[in-house]
Each structure stands twice: as C-alpha cells, then as structure tokens.
C-alpha cells in the first residue's frame, strides 16, 4: 500500500473535544452557548431565586398577606396625657393668713369645715386652712425671707412670726437654690403644693418672684462684700414738726445720712427708746422711699407692741427677754441677711437696733468656749459677729446705702456692758451721747451736746448751713450740758423751722 492510502485524517487544532452549538430559540436573541463548560454550570443564576420573582410576579399568598391582618387586629392608640385639672378652690396666699388675726382664721375654718379649730394654735389653723384648701384644688402662693441650712436646702421664713421655724414653712430645693442663684435673705415668692406622703412641709413649687423682681433678672447683682463704701453724702431730714424738737435737734447736732453708722449712747431711763420711735417715724414721713427695720433684741413685750402701733408700716422684728440667746442671734442674722440683699438690689435700707449691748451678750454666751476671756467675762471671739453686723452699714457707690442705728448702754453696774461699748466706740461715724443729769431735770431730748457729732458733717450739709451750724456749735462750747440743751430748746421754741432758726443765728 502506498503512504497516502494509510494516512489518518488529522484532529482539529482546539482540542479532542468538538464544540456543539446549542439550539436558538425563537426570539431569544442570545448567542451560542457552550454546554460543555463546567464554569457556566457553578455559576449563580443572575436574577433572584424563583420564590422571589413569584412575590413580584404573582399573586400574594396567605401568608403574605399582613396588611390585611394588621387591619383587623389594629395596634392600641397611645394615651393621650390627661387634661390638667383646673382649679376649682380660691386661691390663697399664705402671707395674707399669717397677717391675719385668730378671729379672722377661725371664720374661714368654720367655712371650710374644719373641725376643733377653737382648740387649735394659729400655727395649726393655718396649716389646716392650706391643706383643705388644696384637697378642693385650689392654687396656692407664698412668700418668705429664704433661710438656707448648712444641709443646702432652705425655707422661706415668715415675717409675722419674726422669722420663726413654724409648721407652715416652704421648702426649698437645693436645686431651686443653685438655678436661680438664691442666698440666705432672698426675699422669694411663688406656687407651692401641699406634702406628699412622709413630707412634713409645704414645698415651693415654682419660683415666680426673687425680691420683686423676676428670677432671671434677679440674679445680676454684685454681691455685697463687693460693693464700693463711701462718706454720708446724702442727709436724712428728720424734722417734721415745729413741737416735735427731738428730730430737730438731731438734724443740727449730729446729722444722719444715708449709709450712717451710728450710736446712741444711753444710761438707763434716759429716753433712749421714745428716741428711736421719733426717728423712726420721721424717716417713714419724709423719706418713703426707704425701707425701715425695727430691731428690738432682749426687749419687753410691752414695748413691742407699742413700737408696733407707733412706727406702722415700719417691720418690726423682735426677741424679748423671755427667749433663749440663740433666737436672738438668729433674728438678727436673718435681718442684716435681708438687709445686704435689698442693698445689692439698690435699696436704701434703714435698721434702728436697741440694742446691740445685749445682741453682743447673746453672742457672748452662744459662743463656744476659746480660753481667751477679756475683762467681764467677755469671750475673746465674741465680739467678732457683732461688730459684722454693726459694720455693714455703709454708702454704696454703685448706689443704695445700709444705715444702722444703733443704741449702747452705759452705767448700768456691769462691767461687761462697759467692755462691750469700749469695743464699739469709735467704729462709728456718729455719736449720740444721752445724758443723766437731763433727765433728773426732765429734760427732753437728753443729748449731750457737746459730746454728741457726726464724722464728715460737711457732706451733709449746704455750705450756707454747715457755716451758721459752726457758729452755733462755738456758741455752746464750754457751756455745761444741761445750760446748753435749754437755751437751744428756748430758741427753737419760737421758730417754726430749723432754716428759720439758722437763719436768725447770722454766718460768721
């Protein structure tokens, strides 16, 4: 056989394998496919699995249909909060109640029902008044002096019970305290609401006020130990009327002005309280603008009262001689607290303090032991708190003023009341000086003129005036005391006025 007889056909160049097309499908549109690779058979389809396209495709089974289901079985609607209740009681202020006398309260607990109210104290009637006002939903206000513990939280002390813990009290929050910037003397008002279970006392409920003015605004104020002292340069005119010659005779004597830190020096029974109503009651006539304190510290009742009556609207703040020394401390705190915060709101504020010989000897005996005892058995640390008190007063730059008035007693056997005024004199820029002899001779007012003065008293005077005031005082220099008050009493008897009066003495 020949070589091309035997020859075999030759194998095609791709493999041993042949490629076979698959079958076009009529509108298919696609190209061949090679059914032999095995890398098209692992490959994942390009669309989503069957169940998927039947859930778009076709039409929803039973278990896909949850509208339906949460149709017939809708969610519950949310509450919606209740409607506040609406006050159906009066309202009441608590300060009112406190103003009022027992016949007034018991009438308004016989209207409300209240049982045993004739055995009750005013303390109770008026917490019971409160609380059967509130089981009525009736709105309730308060205002008090705030009193803030060393605890942090506070309550707001009222003024008709001189500041007294009583059951009707409002606490106040440490976080109500550190919001609106609150210190102890703060005068606060605002809603309050009755004690909730194992609460003893009313609690403030919302600040609406701070010393009558609103919170927010009350509280750019420049604290007190930073503001700027001044010299009186602004007089109190204490005259009134022409018979009334105590004032008078203080206005050419010994001046006060707004910021005055003065002393009246007074044995006993010379006059020293009916010297204080006068000028009390000539400060609250010509000068309304000011607010006046009346301290009474270790006083009678008696002359509580009548202090009360005489000197209206001035406050009236007292501790007699039946309370224990540590009340006496604690009202007077309370009322140099109040008195910083009307100054650092720019008030002008008055306190007329008898006296702060005894405000010392309660110090002195509230004071813890030290070891260091003066002469009368006066404790070397006793004195420091006194003399803060007496000190605050002051003019203000930035404006407003705190005045004290304060008296001292002299010759009363003890040596203690002696040490106490040598501690004191010369703090001052204003003496009055009382005299004995004046009031065995039954005259009135009882100055000693010559001992008595105002540091300063340039300021406080027109320059025409201050001129004929040192005409007079040369007058009376040398001339024993009671000589000296009879002839200025003689001569300010037949004019109507001080101008009149100076007038008539000629300059120099």
Not at 314 to 341: G, L, Y
Not at 374 to 388: M, Q
Not at 492 to 506: Q, V
Request: aromatic residues 6%; neutral net charge; charged residues 30%.
């Amino acid at each position: 056989m020949s070589k091309t007889a035997t020859k075999k056909p030759a194998r095609p160049r791709g493999g041993a394998k042949s490629k076979l097309k698959a079958p076009e499908t009529p509108g298919n549109g696609e190209g061949a496919v090679d059914l032999a690779s095995p890398q098209l058979e692992e490959a994942p389809p390009p669309y989503p699995a069957e169940p998927a396209v039947e859930s778009i495709t076709s039409e929803p089974k039973e278990p896909a249909a949850a509208a339906p289901v949460a149709q017939e079985t809708p969610a519950p609607p949310k509450k919606r909060p209740a409607p506040e209740k609406k006050p159906t009681g009066p309202t009441i202020n608590i300060a009112q109640l406190q103003a009022m006398s027992m016949v007034d309260l018991n009438n308004i607990a016989k209207e409300m029902g209240i049982e045993n109210f004739g055995t009750m104290k005013k303390h109770e009637v008026i917490f019971q008044i409160l609380q059967k006002n509130a089981e009525r939903s009736g709105i309730l206000f308060a205002e008090g002096v705030l009193e803030i513990l060393p605890e942090g939280f506070g309550f707001l002390r009222s003024q008709s019970f001189n500041y007294l813990p009583c059951p009707e009290d409002i606490y106040v929050s440490p976080s109500q305290i550190r919001r609106f910037d609150l210190q102890t003397g703060d005068l606060v008002a605002g809603q309050i609401r009755p004690p909730k279970e194992k609460e003893r006392f009313f609690a403030l409920l919302k600040v609406e006020a701070v010393a009558n003015e609103e919170p927010d605004k009350a509280k750019d104020k420049t604290h007190f130990d930073n503001l700027t002292p001044l010299f009186p340069n602004k007089r109190f005119l204490l005259e009134t009327r022409s018979d009334e010659l105590s004032t008078r005779v203080l206005d050419l004597v010994c001046p006060i002005g707004k910021g005055t830190r003065g002393l009246i020096v007074a044995p006993p029974r010379t006059g020293k309280t009916v010297l204080l109503q006068n000028v009390a009651n000539a400060i609250i006539k010509n000068n309304p603008e000011v607010y006046l304190f009346i301290l009474l510290i270790d006083e009678r009742p008696e002359e509580v009262t009548d202090m009360e009556r005489t000197c209206r609207p001035a406050e009236v703040i007292s501790s007699t001689f039946d309370e224990p020394p540590e009340r006496h401390v604690q009202v007077a705190e309370m009322v140099i607290e109040k008195a910083r915060r009307m100054v650092e709101h720019k008030k002008d504020v008055v306190i007329l303090l008898d006296s702060i010989t005894r405000l010392a000897r309660a110090y002195n005996t509230i004071q813890p032991h030290s070891g260091k005892i003066l002469s009368g058995g006066v404790d070397a640390n006793a004195l420091h708190k006194p003399k803060r008190f007496f000190g605050a007063a002051r003019n203000i730059e930035e404006d407003g003023s705190l005045t004290i008035m304060a008296t001292a007693l002299v010759d009363t056997g003890s040596r203690m009341d002696e040490v106490i005024f040598e501690e004191f004199k010369g703090t001052g820029n204003m003496e009055v000086h009382l005299d004995r002899h004046l009031v065995d001779r039954r005259i009135f007012p009882s100055i000693n003129i010559e001992l008595s003065g105002t540091r300063k008293e340039e300021l406080l005077y027109h320059p025409d005036e201050y001129t004929r005031v040192v005409v007079l005082r040369r007058a009376l220099t040398g001339v024993p005391p009671v000589e000296a008050m009879e002839l200025l009493l003689n001569k300010l008897k037949k004019t109507r006025s001080n101008i009149e009066f100076l007038l008539s003495i000629g300059a120099a």
